[in-house]
């Protein structure tokens, strides 16, 4: 009922969300397949290999398949080692690494951007 970290979390699994999530995961890995995205500039794919609830490799698959497409996508990716857990951005969380992340997301985002 009271769970640690940040308190517009939810104390329990949000099953709906998650299936509408998925839908739309499922719909970008489709989509990624057969034509190049959307985005008519370049794409920046942030993964963290600790994460013990996102599926990297199929991360990795979409952005691959969107490459082959023309796409410019770049990639950075947090190291194991660093044991981040899935919620690196909040600093509501107790396990957050944001003097870590913050540095790194932030130059990422912003890098060659006019």
Do not use: C
Not at 30 to 42: G, I, N, T, V, Y
């Amino acid at each position: 009922a009271d769970p640690p970290g940040p308190q517009y979390g939810y104390p329990r699994f949000p099953s709906h969300g998650y299936g509408e999530m998925l839908k739309l995961g499922h719909a970008v890995k489709s989509a990624a397949r057969r034509e190049a995205p959307q985005s008519p500039s370049d794409i920046r794919v942030v993964v963290n290999l600790a994460d013990p609830a996102v599926n990297n490799v199929a991360t990795f698959r979409v952005a691959e398949g969107w490459r082959r497409h023309g796409a410019v996508v770049k990639t950075y990716e947090f190291p194991r080692e660093l044991g981040l857990g899935h919620d690196i951005v909040s600093p509501e969380q107790p396990y957050a690494r944001t003097d870590l992340t913050y540095p790194v997301l932030i130059r990422w985002i912003t890098a060659d951007v006019p």
